[in-house]
């Protein structure tokens, strides 16, 4: 029999007055999940307070990783049956419910992320605080797992911050930092770390009544305004998912609409959705993004603390606006100030988007230097050359920094294609050469392939992956070949759509086809934002002698490049495409998509062949964090395998 003093991971401690505190430590691991047996420790925990209620409970981690990032994922890769995941659902459900309904008043005093489940726990107290600080988030992601929050989350967000808003979070998987939390009504209030223990004390104490969403935000969550925002919702979900790829973003709305967030009263609907391919081919998407995550985590390495970048193009201004976000001192060097000044007024927009706090915003502004003359060459860590793809101009620059760097400062070049072979050459250490390939748009695109030449065995590429992991990039291993992975796969299925195009399709008929296939845009969307010239290139490295389709030909020789000259294969007007017709998937020929689509599975798997990328599992991450590729799919190898 489980008692206090046999459990494993919660701490019960009860202060001079009484108050109580519960700390939970999940044994054995960096994080606390969910999982069977820790809750089930929290129910003998409740049962133990029951019997000798406090004046109030503090929940709160005793880890330095977060509050709960959620409930433990294995759990759901072993559901076998539809009993074992109504269980499942029934389990946290009780649990949650019970917490929601003890006599006295609970907190959740949360610090870093605090998702799904652990978002439900904290929901199911009366009140939450939140520390005031960068690494702070709450949300409840479970749709982007292909799930629902099924332990009260559709019950409790609605009718505590309106439903249109916990919809929002619910369908998108967004996330609110301690700001957006307060703001929302989500949290009570934020609060400075150092203050913390003593506000949540004030607060459990103080016999408020809970949150409830007031107003218009109140009346959201009846008849017939319930039902209006329901259907808006589903227009909306509609409109991105046309042909249903994603059911749990559905199923959240009619759960919440018609059963008022309890799932165990649409027994089919767990049933469904937890069974469905798309929750089992997304769960494999989560794992595969966490071994990426497992790569940019290198015991032992000093983090890097000053990046010098030169090049402030859109790459290489980018990429140093990014460091900076992310705590780095950063140099960035180019010819003059008026080639680095619109990197600078980018960056400014990014942090004012990213941080919301003017304070973080100007502080990431002053970590960003210009620095023409390149004074910061002997003061960095890591040094990143994001200049033109030309080997020789390269080599150049590489022969003037070297001499500058540190002894132990590395050297990172993002070439879309060069092998580091033909670009160490000349360098007196060559081995501190390493490949950090970074994709357009920076800030937006989670994948960076770190790029070993044939032989390495040294720490620069390990240090690489690190310093990936350090800037909240995933780091993909790949070996020196035209291309590598992501571009090498990219470039066959683009000149594909481009040869459609020549056999008389419209651009917008080829790009819906793609869309409805489950891509986030169309290949000639995505062509004309590369630049039609790299596509071009690209296409002539690894295409193998082929013709280019004529489409390309004749817009290059227009001076059409695309978005960057403001016509390619679509006119561009503030950013975006200004498309003659929306385009249709029902106007595209039978099987276009897969004709599209197969010349990149082909790639990928040729890629896997000749160790570009060490296996399968790896090269679908690849392609899936790098291009966007379905990910309800599980990506292009799994989806090939999953329909032969």
Request: hydrophobic share 45%.
């Amino acid at each position: 029999m489980t008692t206090l003093d046999t459990l494993s991971h919660w701490r019960l401690d009860r202060d001079t007055d009484g108050l109580a505190w519960l700390t939970f430590d999940r044994a054995g691991s960096a994080v606390n999940a969910l999982s069977a047996d820790t809750m089930a420790e929290l129910s003998v925990v409740l049962d133990t307070l029951d019997a000798a209620p406090p004046p109030g409970l503090i929940i709160r981690s005793g880890k330095a990783t977060g509050f709960i990032v959620g409930a433990d994922v294995n759990e759901f890769a072993e559901l076998n049956t539809p009993e074992q995941a109504r269980a499942l659902v029934s389990r946290g459900w009780k649990l949650f419910a019970r917490l929601a309904a003890v006599r006295y008043p609970t907190l959740a005093l949360i610090q870093g992320h605090c998702l799904g489940g652990g978002l439900e726990l904290a929901l199911a107290c009366r009140y939450r605080l939140v520390a005031d600080e960068p690494g702070t988030s709450l949300a409840l992601p479970e749709v982007m797992l292909g799930i629902f929050p099924g332990w009260g989350g559709m019950l409790r967000l609605p009718r505590l911050i309106g439903a249109p808003a916990a919809l929002d979070m619910m369908l998108t998987g967004r996330g609110a930092d301690a700001r957006r939390a307060a703001a929302l009504g989500l949290a009570d209030a934020r609060v400075p770390a150092r203050l913390l223990l003593a506000a949540a004390r004030q607060t459990v104490l103080s016999k408020k009544p809970a949150r409830r969403a007031r107003g218009v935000g109140a009346l959201t969550n009846l008849w017939p305004l319930k039902s209006i925002v329901a259907n808006r919702a589903r227009k909306q979900i509609a409109a991105k998912d046309p042909l249903g790829h994603y059911p749990a973003a559905p199923a959240i709305v009619t759960i919440w609409e018609k059963h008022d967030g309890n799932a165990l009263l649409a027994p089919e609907l767990i049933d469904r959705i937890i069974s469905s391919d798309t929750a089992r081919n997304l769960l494999r998407v989560f794992r595969l993004q966490e071994r990426l995550k497992a790569n940019g985590k290198q015991a032992g390495i000093t983090p890097a603390r000053h990046v010098h970048v030169v090049g402030a193009g859109v790459m290489g201004g980018d990429i140093a606006a990014w460091c900076a976000l992310k705590g780095m001192t950063v140099t960035l060097q180019d010819q003059d100030m008026a080639r680095i000044a619109p990197a600078i007024k980018r960056a400014a927009t990014l942090f004012a988007r990213r941080l919301k706090d003017p304070r973080l915003a100007r502080a990431a502004f002053d970590r960003l230097i210009p620095d023409p003359a390149g004074g910061g060459v002997p003061l960095a860590d890591m040094v990143i050359e994001a200049i033109s793809e030309q080997p020789e101009a390269k080599r150049s620059l590489y022969q003037s920094l070297e001499p500058r760097m540190k002894a132990d400062a590395l050297l990172a070049t993002n070439t879309s294609s060069l092998s580091l072979e033909i670009l160490r050459a000349g360098l007196a250490r060559p081995e501190r050469l390493v490949g950090i390939h970074f994709f357009n748009p920076v800030a937006q695109m989670p994948l960076a392939e770190v790029v070993h030449a044939e032989g390495d065995t040294g720490p620069a590429h390990a240090r690489a992956c690190a310093f990936v992991g350090q800037i909240d990039k995933l780091a993909l291993p790949v070996k020196s070949a035209p291309g590598f992975l992501v571009n090498a796969v990219l470039a066959p299925y683009m000149l594909q759509a481009m040869r459609s195009v020549d056999e008389g399709l419209s651009p917008e008929t080829v790009d819906a086809a793609m869309v409805a296939f489950g891509m986030p845009m169309g290949p000639l969307e995505l062509a004309d934002t590369v630049g039609l010239d790299i596509a071009r290139a690209a296409g002539e490295e690894l295409a193998g002698g082929a013709e280019p389709p004529r489409c390309l030909v004749e817009r290059l020789a227009r001076g059409d490049l695309g978005k960057k000259s403001g016509k390619g294969f679509y006119t561009w007007r503030d950013g975006k495409p200004v498309k003659q017709s929306p385009g249709s998937a029902a106007a595209a020929p039978s099987g276009l998509a897969q004709r599209l689509i197969q010349p990149l599975v082909d790639a990928t798997r040729e890629r896997v062949a000749t160790g570009v990328v060490a296996d399968a599992d790896l090269a679908d991450a690849g392609v899936i964090f790098g291009t966007g590729f379905a990910p309800f799919t599980g990506g292009p190898l799994h989806y090939e395998g999953s329909n032969a």
